[in-house]
């Protein structure tokens, strides 16, 4: 991951940030044009974006505030910063175009053909579940016609890789018990677990299986 950063010119956690987005509908690939070349746009119009505020401009050192009297977020608007957030967001688009288009066509599927399969109503509204058996109320997403909007595409992919995690992480949490685990579980944080001793890649593999989360790893971090 970090030489696929280093490429762009950036570190691993906007790399990865980016990605998140991408995953979540939140990159702008409305500013890309079909051939890969994106459209100039004016800096408070990128700033709409999360993931550059957060992601971008943090890892460019510019402060970003928001404009309550024209109901914006800026930043100091000089041609330097416009081109290097359009830089970072144009790199990262060419080395993943096919992958956004991917997901995008992904959270296409789940407002469609996924929902209208996996649905349950409850007290006249539509609901579906996650693999941790948590609920999100999908109507408030949808329009007259029963379309869902995008923020609901983009809230129900969340959901629904939320709810994979957090049962790949149970299923870790859960092998603790057993009495020859070499690791013990001191937290479960549904997106991570803090252990005292090392968890093997056995059982990793093992809770990929169980959860049927087969591309899940995990990320070792010091706990401080």
Avoid at 9 to 28: Q, S
Avoid at 40 to 64: Q, S
Avoid at 109 to 136: C, H, Q, V
Avoid at 179 to 201: H, K, L, N, R, T
Wanted: hydrophobic letters at 35%; glycine letters at 6%.
């Amino acid at each position: 991951m970090i030489l696929i950063a280093s490429h762009l010119g950036i570190d691993k956690d906007t790399w990865k940030g980016l990605m998140y987005g991408a995953y979540f509908g939140g990159f702008p690939s409305s500013y890309f044009r079909k051939d890969g070349t994106m459209i100039d746009k004016k800096t408070y119009i990128m700033l709409k974006c999360e993931i550059v505020r957060k992601h971008i401009c943090k890892f460019l050192g510019i402060e970003t505030w928001y404009n309550y009297k024209l109901n914006r977020h800026e930043c100091n608007d000089t041609v330097e910063n416009n081109k290097a957030i359009q830089r970072i967001l144009s790199a990262f688009y060419v080395q993943n175009k096919d992958l956004i288009n991917e997901l995008k066509e992904w959270r296409d599927y789940l407002a469609t053909d996924f929902f209208d399969s996996n649905f349950e109503i409850k007290a006249g509204k539509k609901y579906i579940w996650n693999r941790s058996n948590m609920p999100i109320e999908m109507t408030q997403y949808m329009n007259s016609k029963g379309v869902i909007s995008n923020k609901g595409k983009r809230d129900l992919a969340s959901h629904i890789l939320q709810g994979q995690e957090a049962l790949f992480i149970s299923c870790i949490t859960s092998y603790s018990l057993e009495e020859d685990c070499p690791y013990e579980v001191m937290s479960d944080q549904a997106d991570g677990v803090i252990v005292q001793g090392f968890i093997p890649d056995e059982y990793q593999e093992r809770a990929r299986q169980d959860s049927k989360f087969e591309f899940a790893y995990l990320e070792e971090k010091p706990y401080l």
